[in-house]
């Protein structure tokens, strides 16, 4: 991912890199049950969050969502989100035209900022700038079908759902949960209206 398309300002936020100096903010939204319970990864411990991490692929897919600053004072960090570019699944000889074509989103917000539609202006953000500094074909994200908020989101950024799967996540309590994708093109971009 070129690092020209970073960071990227809206009316209220600034989406950039995350680096490690982030990882404490990001920390302490994360491993609150009601952002964790819906994430992939477990919240652990705080050193075991900045191993898994300190990883450079790892890091490197993660940004910080940070207010403006007002005033004085530095802008706090309110959440984040991933973007993973991969590859669209392609016949043999014509591999080298699905390479990095495409991005999965995922993303996380602080409890206290939820409700004032932040996510929804870093993940319409995060769209822009696949289908345009990065000029790929498809973003798409998936969640849990019990987290409303999430696919609710989605559906507002005019994504379509692709699939609704029946059990097919296991979450960490145990439970077989249903699961949903919804994804994007590049010409259905921006949604209308």
Known sequence: MTDDA???????????????????AIWAYRRLTEVNNWLGGG???????????????????????????RGDGDAPIIGDIMVRIGDGWSQREVAD??????????WALAPEFTGRGYATEAVRAA???CFGRLGLRRVHAGCFAANEPSWRLMERLGMRREEF?????????????DGMNYGILAEEWPPAG
């Open 6 to 24: 970073w960071p990227v300002r809206t009316a209220r936020l600034e989406i950039r890199r995350a680096s490690p100096d982030d990882l404490d």
């Open 43 to 69: 919240s652990g411990s705080l050193d075991s969050f900045r191993e898994r991490l300190q990883d450079p692929d790892r890091l490197s897919t993660l940004f910080a969502i940070a207010l403006l600053p």
């Open 97 to 106: 035209q699905a390479a990095g074509v495409e991005a999965e989103l995922g």
């Open 127 to 129: 769209i822009d700038v």
């Open 165 to 177: 799967s029946r059990k097919t996540a296991l979450h960490r309590s145990g439970e077989w949960m």
